[in-house]
């Protein structure tokens, strides 16, 4: 799970929510305490081992943040593992923090979308409120991003996971809120490529029509300039800043570094008065349609913005299919000996990619045979067959020279890392795991068909 919004001690976010002692504001007891001190019985009522409220055993921390800390723990009712949610003991007391927890419960219990975090239920424990949230077995997208050391993500798998977020925050808006802190650490990436976004620490509803002229919540690096300026008013505002933090995602995902780097107050300045530097002159290999969708999502003015979620979505399947090498020059051969999951391994293919040619084998010996007779785009072939294996498939094209290059991706639905070194060493290029995610293995052939076509360019 990801952390739940702004830190106040990181110089590189600004919290709505001032410290007492900047405030000035003298504590208050909105709600019974325990005796002893606060913050070591808060430490000892979410302590691994302890079970909460007769249902949840904690297990482990998984982050914090500036409202709260977010723990992993076992529903023992229905014997599953979920995210705890905890209000911070520092933050309990001040002013409206109870209830801008609770209205980030309400705000995510009121979305039911694959690609959003769903919340189980509300409670308070020794005073302090907790929400028990799905959890997702992954990372961040930050820590995602991180573990690519620098490297560009491929086209299509930044696009995967920037639609998924767009599916997301559309469902968010649809409920009748805004998110207003969407960055990396506020996403999730878990099992089968599922991207869900998380932490509405800072959400609002959609009705309000702005946030005061004072300065507004969120991290600088994703911040819209009207919420630098205090500026946020009128219908629909708070879905463009929403738009807005898409772009920057979106930015990220595509070009492979923010728009804007400095610290945070530099940042912001930035985002008010500079404009972004152009995708391409960053990623050259960036089709130029892609360009002007993430520039149109990054207008500095919300009346010159991409007007919606799923208008910038619309606009990034546009520039998807403009950038599109041609699908009838594609021809994919599907080696698997299961009648019912071969044709649903077609299905995805034709799918993906329209037009496209799709032949079906029944074995490795059928498979390699009409692949010398008509070279594949793509070979995607089961590991276990009859006649001949994914194995030995693999090897017997990797000895063909008319065959040398073409992407191999075996499937499986019980493959060992053993499995994957000697395919490797074989020469396969990719292993997917049934049942796979579609959009993931799209991503992934449409990755490893543009290797050679990019290779050749100059």
């Not at 930044?158 to 009748?176: F, K, P, R, T």
């Not at 946030?211 to 300039?225: F, K, R």
């Amino acid at each position: 799970m990801g952390t739940d919004g702004p830190d106040e001690h990181d110089p590189e976010t600004v919290s709505e929510l001032p410290s007492r002692e900047h405030a000035g504001v003298a504590p208050t007891d909105p709600a019974p305490r325990p005796s002893g001190p606060w913050r070591i019985h808060a430490a000892e009522a979410f302590a691994p081992g302890t079970v909460v409220d007769s249902s949840y055993r904690i297990l482990d921390r998984l982050g914090e943040g500036a409202m709260g800390i977010v723990l992993r723990a076992h529903d023992i009712r229905l014997d599953r593992d979920v995210a705890i949610k905890v209000i911070r003991p520092s933050v309990v007391e001040r002013p409206d923090a109870r209830a801008r927890f609770l209205r980030e419960a309400r705000a995510m219990a009121h979305v039911r979308h694959p690609n959003v975090v769903e919340v189980h239920a509300l409670g308070e424990w020794h005073a302090l409120p907790y929400i028990v949230m799905e959890y997702i077995h992954g990372m961040t997208l930050d820590e995602w991003l991180t573990l690519r050391e620098g490297r560009p993500l491929a086209l299509e798998e930044g696009l995967s996971i920037l639609d998924q977020l767009c599916l997301g925050v559309e469902a968010i808006h649809a409920s009748g809120a805004a998110h207003r802190d969407l960055k990396p650490s506020n996403v999730l990436v878990g099992a089968g490529f599922r991207v869900a976004v998380a932490d509405f620490g800072i959400s609002r509803s959609l009705a309000d029509a702005g946030l005061s002229a004072s300065l507004g919540s969120g991290t600088p690096a994703m911040m819209a300039p009207e919420v630098v300026l205090g500026t946020v008013a009128g219908a629909h505002a708070l879905a463009y800043v929403d738009v807005y933090a898409l772009g920057i995602l979106g930015y990220r995902l595509l070009v492979g570094r923010f728009p804007f780097e400095g610290r945070g107050s530099e940042v912001m300045a930035k985002q008010v008065s500079d404009p972004p530097p152009p995708p391409r002159s960053l990623r050259p290999d960036l089709p130029a349609a892609f360009e002007q969708v993430l520039l149109d999502a990054l207008a500095k003015s919300p009346r010159d913005r991409i007007a919606s979620v799923s208008a910038l979505r619309a606009a990034l399947q546009a520039a998807r299919e403009a950038a599109r090498r041609p699908a009838h020059q594609l021809r994919f051969l599907v080696a698997e000996d299961d009648p019912a999951f071969r044709g649903l391994v077609t299905q995805i293919l034709l799918r993906g990619f329209p037009g496209a040619t799709v032949e079906q084998a029944p074995d490795g010996v059928a498979a390699l045979a009409a692949a010398e007779r008509n070279p594949p785009s793509a070979l995607l072939s089961d590991l276990d067959m009859p006649s001949m294996s994914g194995l030995e498939l693999t090897a017997a094209v990797r000895a063909s020279p008319r065959l040398a290059k073409v992407p191999i991706v075996i499937m499986t639905g019980k493959g060992t890392p053993a499995d994957w070194q000697t395919l490797s060493r074989l020469g396969a290029n990719a292993l997917l795991v049934k049942p796979f995610d579609s959009t993931h293995a799209i991503a992934l052939l449409r990755a490893l068909i543009d290797v050679p076509h990019k290779a050749k360019a100059p």
